[in-house]
Structure formats: structure tokens, C-alpha cells
């Protein structure tokens, strides 16, 4: 039965007694936010038990047990349901606790929504406003396990690889591409680190030597992989088809940013050292950094090499020893070890036979160089400006020229609350643009792994929140 305190708190379900509570009474205003917000995620529905009480944050809602839960009072279901107005959505929490200083509590709640757009915007606002640096965060999560989720998931359908990885190198690459333009982060080249150290870290779970269960020899790495609907992959296989899945996205971020061809000039000036083979025929500046491509080139070898020394070892081969020497110069437990020493070892012993195997995947890279944005220039931080107009440019194109049904950034369902609780936080022109690109523009990554969300858009927009200075 819900009592005085409780009835007072729903007194909010009238648009007029939520916006006056806004403005005199701003913590009730929250409660009445936090009550909403558990009616959508499907929390139990709590109430102050006295006057002395607040309801919990979300944070604490979402742990409360059921013992914890018994000293409030609480309401029904549909009770609820059936009294909430038509102008109340599932924005108007996020909006209440943004507006009222609670944006962590706003971020959590729009969590658990399948708006990718909302809660990287929400964020976005949280740190102009709080100096925090949750975009940055959130992105990285998505760089890490958000694509590994994705990738994991394609080893439950083998059969569906070559549409589901397609799907996963354009929106994941182009998501990036566009935040790292937009706000001048670079996200792009912390995918490709993190692809690589996944990469590296996939390989080490391998034994070393194959299992002579496996049949040997195989294509190299990047040659394409073909599944039947009934492939049942050992683990063996499994480690493969996520290395060719992160090399095959890792190619993509370079092509698509049109960086394939002079990191791939970059790299071979530098393994020119060491065979003169390699000299690129636009030659570039040479240096001793060790770049991703170069990372991968050698977690390719060594899978070339890993191969060679299992058939070797298996056959008796006179060669064995020759072969098991190159495999392990490409190895290193030396964590303080020069990135460039395991080739300086490698090309010590390499015959023109085992320097074919790079320039073989280094051809195979430059057929490659001519898939991307061809009319555009490499991009990097002296381009980014070329590439705003390019791919941000477009992109407003296509939304201004989307038929009407589609969502605009100057709707909302709740203009009725927002134009009578004040005047709005201001932020710089410049950020503003930017949760205006994300709101609207931004193609925003979503993944089929990413279970549990609640398959619904809350379209909050930057005028939820704040106005340009």
C-alpha cells in the first residue's frame, strides 16, 4: 500500500507538479527521476517509507537486496504503467538526472539502452561539464572488449565469417574513423595497437609446435578462409580464424584511411637494413621504430614458421634444425629485447626462400593499398581537416536528405519539461557541434554480442542538455 511520502513522490506524474519540483524541490525531482528509470530497466519499484528517506542512487538500486529492498515501501507494476503520462518517455530520466548533476547516474541508466549515440553524447556532456574523460574511456572499452566480443562471436558461425567479419571491419573501423575526425582523438591507431596486441597475445596461447592431428601445411595467415556450415573448429582453429579476423580488420583500418601504402614503404625501409630485397620503390624515410605493420609482419612469420617447423619435425625432415632456427629467432622472452632484434635474427639466417615469405605478404598488403578513400590523402593529424569535409561532410548530406520520418536533432519529448526549468548550461560552439555530430551523423557501432540491452533509442540530442556559448 503505498503511503503519504509515496503519494506525495507520485504527485510527479503530473508534468506541472515535475517541473515545479524541478525548480523548488530538485532532490524530489531526482527521486521521481530514479523511480522512472527503475520502472524501465525493470527494477523493483521502491518509495520512501518516511520523509526522512531518499530513494537509493541507481548505482545502489541495482544491488539492493531483498532485505535491503523491505525497509522502503513500494508500488505496483502496473499501477504505474497505467498512471505515467504519454509525454513521459524513457529520455525523461536522463534528462532529470543530467540536468540536476547527476550524469553518472544519467550514464548508467542509458547504458542499458541499445543507443550507442546517446551514451557516447551523454559522456561527451559529462566531460565539458565535469572535466572527466569518459568518452575516452568508453571508447577504449569498445576498442577492447566490445570487439573482441564481436569477434568471439563469429567463431560460433563459421559459416557466416565472410559476411559477419565485412559487417564488423566497416562499422567498427568507420565508428572509429569518425570519432577520431570529429574529435580529434586517435582512436584509429589505438584499434590497430589493441588488434595487434590481441594478436600477439592469441598467438602465445598457441602450443609451440602443431598437433599432429592438423592438417598441414596450410595457407598463410592472410589467404582467405572458407567454412561449410558443419565445421566444427578445434581450438587450434579457433585461435586462427580470430587471427585472421583481427589481421583482416587491422587491413581494413589501413585502406580505409588510405595509410596501407606508406606504412607499408615505412616498413620495408626499415627490413631493408637487413635484406636489400625490401628497398621500397618509393622509398621513404627510414627509421628504427617498430610500427603495427611490422608487428604483424612478424606474428604472420611466426605462424609461417610454426607451420614449417611442425611439417619438419613430423616428416624427419633433414631441414628440421634449419627450419625449428628461424622459428625460434622470431621468439622472444626477453621483454626488455630490442623490437627489431627477432628480425636482425631472423634475416641473419633467412635464405632468399624464407625472405620470399615477406615479400610475398607485403605484395599481398599493396594490392591491397588501392581499396580505401582513394581521393583523399593519408590520413593523419595534417589531414584531419581534409578528411572533416570529405567523411563529415557527407555524412550531414545523407541526414539532411533522409526522408522526414527520420529522428531530427530539433524534436524532443521533452520540450514541455525543457522550456520551463531555466535557462540551459552553456558549452563552447565547438563541443556542441560535436554531441551534435554524435547525436545525429555518427554511424554509430552496434554489435549483435552485446546481449542484455534493451532494444530501444532514447534519441537524446544536445539541446536535452545544454546550448551553445
Not at 8 to 15: G, H, I, T, Y
Not at 126 to 145: E, P
Not at 179 to 201: A, C, G, H, S, W
Not at 444 to 452: I, K, L, N, R, T
Request: hydrophobic share 40%; net charge negative.
Amino acid at each position: 500500500m503505498t503511503n503519504r511520502v509515496g503519494l506525495a513522490l507520485l504527485r510527479l506524474l503530473s508534468p506541472q507538479e515535475l517541473i515545479e519540483a524541478f525548480l523548488k524541490h530538485r532532490e524530489k525531482a531526482v527521486d521521481f527521476a530514479r523511480l522512472l528509470s527503475a520502472f524501465y530497466l525493470d527494477f523493483p519499484l521502491l518509495l520512501p517509507s518516511d520523509d526522512s528517506v531518499r530513494l537509493p542512487t541507481l548505482f545502489a538500486w541495482s544491488e539492493l537486496s531483498a532485505q535491503d529492498a523491505s525497509s522502503y515501501a513500494s508500488i505496483d507494476r502496473s499501477e504505474l504503467a497505467a498512471r505515467l503520462p504519454t509525454c513521459y518517455s524513457p529520455k525523461l530520466p536522463t534528462v532529470i538526472l543530467a540536468r540536476a548533476g547527476f550524469v553518472l547516474e544519467a550514464i548508467l541508466y542509458t547504458d542499458h539502452f541499445a543507443d550507442r549515440r546517446s551514451t557516447v553524447m551523454l559522456r561527451m556532456y559529462g566531460d565539458i561539464n565535469y572535466g572527466l574523460t569518459l568518452t575516452k574511456q568508453y571508447c577504449s572499452d569498445l576498442i577492447s572488449d566490445t570487439l573482441s566480443r564481436s569477434i568471439n562471436a563469429i567463431v560460433g558461425a563459421p559459416a557466416h565469417y565472410e559476411t559477419t567479419i565485412e559487417r564488423i571491419e566497416e562499422n567498427v573501423v568507420q565508428s572509429l574513423l569518425e570519432l577520431d575526425i570529429v574529435t580529434n582523438e586517435p582512436y584509429i591507431v589505438r584499434l590497430e595497437t589493441q588488434i595487434i596486441n590481441k594478436m600477439e597475445f592469441l598467438f602465445a596461447q598457441l602450443n609451440v609446435l602443431v598437433r599432429e592431428e592438423h592438417l598441414l601445411p596450410r595457407p598463410p595467415l592472410y589467404c582467405k578462409h572458407m567454412f561449410t556450415a558443419s565445421d566444427s573448429l578445434s581450438e587450434e582453429e579457433v585461435i586462427h580464424l580470430k587471427l585472421h579476423a583481427y589481421l583482416r580488420l587491422f587491413i581494413h583500418s589501413l585502406t580505409k584511411t588510405n595509410r596501407l601504402e606508406d606504412e607499408l614503404n615505412k616498413t620495408l625501409s626499415v627490413l631493408a637494413q637487413y635484406d636489400f630485397v625490401f628497398q621500397s620503390a618509393k622509398p621513404s624515410l627510414q627509421s628504427n621504430l617498430v610500427s603495427n605493420l611490422m608487428r604483424l609482419i612478424l606474428v604472420v612469420l611466426r605462424l609461417i614458421y610454426r607451420d614449417e617447423s611442425s611439417v619438419a619435425a613430423k616428416t624427419k625432415s633433414k631441414k628440421s634444425s634449419d627450419i625449428l632456427q628461424l622459428y625460434q629467432s622470431l621468439l622472444t622472452d626477453d621483454e626488455n629485447e630490442s623490437d627489431l632484434k627477432p628480425f636482425e635474427r631472423f634475416f641473419a639466417l633467412a635464405r632468399e626462400t624464407d625472405a620470399a615469405h615477406v615479400r610475398l605478404f607485403s605484395e599481398w598488403l599493396r594490392s591491397k593499398a588501392n581499396h580505401g578513400n582513394s581521393n583523399l590523402q593519408p590520413y593523419d593529424r595534417t589531414t584531419r581537416e581534409m578528411w572533416y569535409e570529405s567523411v563529415i561532410g557527407s555524412l550531414a548530406a545523407q541526414h539532411h536528405s533522409a526522408p522526414l520520418s527520420t529522428p531530427r536533432a530539433d524534436t524532443s519529448d521533452c520540450l514541455w519539461l525543457l522550456s520551463k526549468i531555466g535557462e540551459d548550461v552553456k558549452v563552447d560552439t565547438r563541443r556542441f557541434d560535436q554531441m551534435l555530430f554524435v547525436s545525429d551523423y555518427w554511424t554509430a557501432y552496434q554489435s549483435s554480442a552485446e546481449g542484455g540491452l534493451i532494444t530501444l533509442r532514447l534519441h537524446l540530442t544536445p539541446g536535452d542538455l545544454c546550448a551553445p556559448r
